[in-house]
């Protein structure tokens, strides 16, 4: 169980495009997810959290206006990278949380983007 | 603010060994839990332990047991049987209860060998 999916696993796209990332909780109802950019060699950054059916809410530092989350349902949030510049390249992880009171959150695979 | 120090950037252990990854982290809180996850070279995060800090007792998940020492803010992990499969970057981690943010320490690369 707890079993989160993420899509693409892999995207490259040219400078100036924008690109969208999927991730869906296959086996339970997700009313938080969680938004991280890892850079290599590095520990996880949280970029936002998203609840449903309401706006993310994003760490500072993060442009809002760039990575633009949506969370229509309780199994689907999106991250969209506007305008994507080589500097977004990075790998991209998101995950879930079951219920409050546990606060055990469930990744997904990633998303590796590489903008040229 | 809660920050998570792992001090060990890499370890190394032997098949079939035991070895234990440390963690601490600073908190004034009092309920929160703390997490082992575990990325593998395909870079997919992985749960493998959780702890409750209103528990004394230890989590254990198979080979996987902790150290936990709430007074010395202290959380380490122990593997033991090591296996080829548990080669990966370790990640302790640390969330106040009823809270959404997870502070993640810098992490442990393991690295077993035959």
């Known amino acids: 169980g707890a079993v989160v999916s993420q899509h693409p696993s892999w995207v490259i796209c040219k400078s100036g495009t924008s690109v969208k990332i999927e991730c869906r909780s296959l086996d339970f109802q997700a009313t938080t997810m969680f938004w991280y950019r890892q850079f290599p060699k590095q520990s996880l950054m949280l970029m936002a959290t998203?609840?449903?059916?309401?706006?993310?809410?994003?760490e500072q530092g993060v442009e809002k206006d760039k990575f633009l989350i949506n969370h229509a349902s309780l199994t689907l949030s999106t991250l969209t990278v506007t305008s994507a510049h080589p500097e977004d390249s990075s790998f991209y992880i998101c995950?879930?949380?079951?219920?409050?009171?546990?606060?055990?959150?469930?990744f997904g695979p990633g998303t590796r983007l590489l903008v040229l | 603010a809660q920050t998570v120090t792992q001090s060990q950037p890499e370890m190394s252990v032997q098949e079939a060994e035991t070895v234990t990854l440390s963690c601490t982290y600073d908190t004034s809180e009092n309920n929160y839990y703390l997490f082992w996850y575990k990325q593998p070279p395909s870079r997919q995060m992985i749960l493998v332990i959780r702890q409750e800090a209103y528990k004394q007792q230890n989590a254990t998940e198979n080979r996987f047991s902790v150290n936990f020492q709430k007074a010395a803010k202290s959380f380490s992990l122990k593997i033991s049987d090591s296996q080829l499969g548990d080669t990966a970057m370790y990640f302790c981690?640390?969330?106040?209860?009823?809270?959404?943010?997870?502070?993640f320490g810098t992490g442990t690369r393991l690295q077993v060998f035959p």
């Open positions: 995950s879930a949380r079951t219920g409050t009171g546990t606060e055990t959150q469930y």
């Open positions: 998203s609840n449903e059916g309401s706006k993310a809410t994003y």
């Open positions: 981690a640390f969330i106040k209860i009823r809270t959404d943010k997870l502070i």
